[in-house]
């Protein structure tokens, strides 16, 4: 069964630092996705991306934020200067147009 | 503003019973619903949806249920296993289809005794 794959698993970086998550959508998937979730909180949406451009974005999502598809396979979040309450795991979802989303094992980032 | 919240946080249950997870949400523009499991340090699993033109879906050993009068949704596993042990999310698509934006509730603890 196809699934969304994320690395790394964990990640560890210093304050001001940037990290960038990796994900690999389902193949045949057209939406790509990034969510987090805090620690004990419920999973918020960031982004969502289609047809190689950002279709919506939540007010996380700042300047500091920013994701590309490099190439037909990768789907990337980068933040560029993390902040302490940047720590959280990240999840990358895809769908096909307006189905169901479908969630990777998530990044858990650190920031130190 | 938007929201979907849960009316439980945990929910304990014995091996072979039936459980019931609650869901409200609150915009009544919503028309597509999903439940996720998520297992510790694992990421959102799909289990059921339903959209806003059903009132009830059934899958294996899972039933949804929409009301969309009082804005409630329900997800009840029959003959409930240790392996249904997680937290379970109710998730609403708040926008009618204009978005695949998804909005979370809070999440219920489902503790299999068994």
């Known amino acids: 069964e196809p699934e969304v794959t994320q690395t790394p698993s964990h990640q560890v970086t210093q304050m001001g630092q940037e990290v960038i998550l990796r994900c690999v959508p389902i193949s045949n998937h057209l939406y790509f996705y990034w969510y987090r979730q805090i620690l004990g909180q419920k999973v918020e949406f960031l982004v969502s991306f289609y047809n190689n451009e950002i279709s919506e974005k939540s007010e996380i999502f700042d300047d500091q934020f920013s994701v590309e598809r490099p190439d037909g396979s990768n789907f990337t979040l980068k933040i560029r200067s993390t902040k302490l309450e940047d720590s959280a795991m990240y999840f990358c979802a895809s769908s096909a147009l307006m189905g169901t989303q479908y969630f990777g094992p998530g990044t858990r980032l650190l920031v130190l | 503003g938007e929201s979907v919240g849960l009316h439980l946080p945990t929910l304990s249950v014995q091996e072979g019973d039936n459980s019931i997870i609650n869901c409200a949400y609150s915009n009544s523009a919503s028309d597509y619903f999903i439940w996720y499991k998520q297992e510790s340090g694992k990421g959102p699993q799909f289990i059921i949806d339903?959209?806003?033109?059903?009132d009830k879906r059934q899958g294996q050993r899972v039933t949804v249920l929409l009301n969309k009068t009082v804005k409630h949704l329900s997800l009840q596993i029959a003959a409930t296993q240790p392996g249904d042990s997680a937290v379970y999310f109710c998730?609403?698509?708040?926008?009618?289809?204009?978005?695949?934006?998804?909005?979370f509730g809070t999440g219920t603890l489902l503790a299999v005794q068994p």
């Open positions: 339903i959209r806003s033109n059903m």
């Open positions: 998730a609403e698509n708040p926008y009618g289809g204009a978005t695949n934006k998804l909005i």
